[in-house]
């Protein structure tokens, strides 16, 4: 009597991001902006377990409400998997099983590192061996903040922050996160920035066409200096998203007075990501917002791009 093998199980995790400078460039003709960004990955992950199965389908579970996520093919995860059995003429499908720690629509990437882990993950279960540059390819098709998620570490984005080079960080640096009970629509963001910026034209200067990231933030990156970074830190979504949520003013106060290097609106929101000076710093500022009942995670950065994982 024979029994056959257990179906092969492929296990691949992504990080979450911040961006620890953003800036966006004037609107374009196309209705979109050039970007240029400093991102790095943090050790808040994405879990994608990938099944042998005839046809796509994706769960979810996690330390976040997952129960408002699309599980058809709109979904981010079910696009990089389909994305990639075209490409690699693949003709049956996959089941998705992703635990999420990433705040849903919470301006770090979370979906991102879903799909960058699928195709990692898919690629290994699937066996159709593409190379790096294929899949980040493909990544780039899905979407901007996804070959980020797939590469990790710390970069500059340019273009649509899918434009990618890396930048050198020493050390490590400490994160608290302020989870909102809300998500933001990124697209609402951005039109509420070219709102702002009509606002108040006579105020400031013109959005370049084809922004650049200050030296000086690459300086404090490469130099490990969590101060030096925090006099830095800057986000062109910070105004439109706090005047979008105006209590997330209140957040970023919150943290300051209690011992946060800085605090900003991470991405397009509504996440407050808080700078601290070292890990002792970390779990004080962690107690503090807690105490106030808010929603906090504490993590690290910068760390690996998506990989895959032995259980």
């Known amino acids: 009597m024979t029994t056959s093998a257990a179906p092969r199980v492929v296990h691949a995790r992504a990080p979450g991001k911040i961006n620890v400078f953003l800036k966006v460039g004037a609107l374009l003709e196309d209705g979109y902006h050039d970007v240029a960004t400093a991102y790095q990955a943090v050790s808040l992950a994405e879990d994608v377990r990938a099944h042998p199965a005839d046809d796509f389908s994706v769960s979810f579970s996690g330390t976040v409400d997952v129960s408002n996520l699309a599980t058809d093919g709109s979904n981010l995860a079910i696009k990089a998997a389909t994305l990639l059995a075209r490409k690699a003429g693949y003709r049956s499908g996959v089941r998705l099983e992703i635990e999420k720690h990433v705040p849903i629509a919470g301006g770090m990437g979370g979906g991102s590192a879903d799909a960058a882990a699928t195709l990692l993950a898919c690629d290994a279960l699937w066996g ?40 050198l960080a020493k050390g490590q640096f400490q994160w608290v996160f302020a989870f909102a009970d809300f998500g933001m629509s990124t697209p609402e963001v951005y039109r509420e920035l070219d709102r702002h910026r009509d606002r108040h034209s006579q105020d400031i200067f013109p959005a370049e066409v084809q922004p650049h990231v200050d030296a000086i933030v690459l300086q404090a990156l490469r130099a490990g200096d969590p101060h030096m970074l925090a006099e830095v830190l800057h986000n062109d979504l910070q105004a439109p998203a706090l005047h979008l949520e105006p209590e997330l003013g209140a957040v970023i106060e919150l943290g300051e007075s209690n011992g946060a290097l800085a605090g900003m609106i991470s991405g397009s929101g509504p996440t407050v990501a808080f700078l601290v000076a070292d890990l002792d710093h970390a779990l ?11 929603n906090v995670v504490r993590a690290t950065g910068p760390v690996h791009g998506a990989r895959l994982i032995s259980d």
């Not at 159709?128 to 899905?142: F, K, V």
């Not at 901007?144 to 890396?166: E, Y």
């Not at 004080?284 to 808010?294: N, T, V, Y």
């Open 128 to 167: 159709t061996d593409l190379s790096r540059e294929d899949l980040l390819e493909l990544a780039t098709q899905l979407g901007s903040d996804v070959p980020f998620a797939f590469t990790g570490g710390t970069a500059v984005g340019m273009g649509r922050g899918d434009q990618l080079s890396p930048a």
């Open 284 to 294: 004080e500022l962690q107690i503090a917002l807690s105490a106030a009942r808010l």
